[in-house]
């Protein structure tokens, strides 16, 4: 099947800085991806649409200058997070899908804490 | 996108039998279904989709009746690594491709 991955896996910053997550499309072309937000308890909830070649879609509520969202080949997104603080602590979760399916695949999920 | 409402937890024994029903009642005609299983601190992982009548794979069965107003997930025999959050969602053919997650069913497989 279809394998998305995340890097990195967990990471520990200091308030106002900024951290990178990378998702990758291991064995397909994805020209959308999605990143969600997952707070303990809770669902997931969708913070934007990434498509490759094009400026993000981000749903309502989502900050897209902290959260910056770039697509910039058809196998890597990455999202920024961008000044972080205590409140963007979060497990941050990706997923991609091949061009002609409409199945999403999920990443492993990157675990922030915001020191 | 049609939202979803699904019990929040459900309690089961190994070996048995477990039905998780979904109600979607604004479902659209281009509309397809999908449910996701989710373990702590893990990406949800595909289960299993479809649009209409029955689908199975190897490790589940969906139902869907007529109207598609629901749908229901059957797992057969669920041991304890069945224990995880179980998500059905309603995704749009002429969309975005987006999927909107409901709170999902908690299942706890107990010995």
């Known amino acids: 099947g279809a394998v998305v991955s995340q890097h990195p896996s967990w990471v520990i910053c200091k308030s106002g800085t900024s951290v990178k997550i990378e998702c990758r499309s291991l064995d397909f072309q994805a020209t959308t991806m999605f990143w969600y937000r997952q707070f303990p308890k809770q669902s997931l909830m969708l913070m934007a649409t990434s498509n490759e070649g094009s400026k993000a879609t981000y749903e309502q509520g989502v900050e897209k200058d902290k959260f910056l969202i770039n697509h910039a080949s058809l196998t890597l997104s990455t999202l920024t997070v961008t000044s972080a603080h205590p409140e963007d602590s979060s497990f941050y979760i990706c997923s991609a899908i091949p061009g002609q399916e409409y199945e999403q695949y999920f990443g492993p999920g990157t675990r922030l804490t915001v020191t | 996108l049609a939202k979803t409402t699904q019990p929040i937890s459900m309690d089961s024994y190994e070996g048995q039998e477990v039905n998780i029903t979904c109600s979607h009642n604004n479902i659209a005609t281009n509309d397809y279904i999908t449910w996701y299983q989710q373990f702590p601190s893990q990406g949800p992982r595909f289960i299993i989709q479809?649009?209409?009548t029955k689908v199975t794979n190897e490790v589940a069965s969906l139902f869907i009746p007529a109207d598609r107003k629901s749908s229901t997930l059957s797992l057969p025999r669920v041991s304890l690594s069945d224990t995880a959050v179980y998500y059905c969602l309603v995704g749009s053919m002429d969309s975005s491709y987006k999927l909107i997650f409901g709170s999902g069913t908690r299942l706890l497989v107990r010995p």
């Open positions: 479809g649009y209409k």
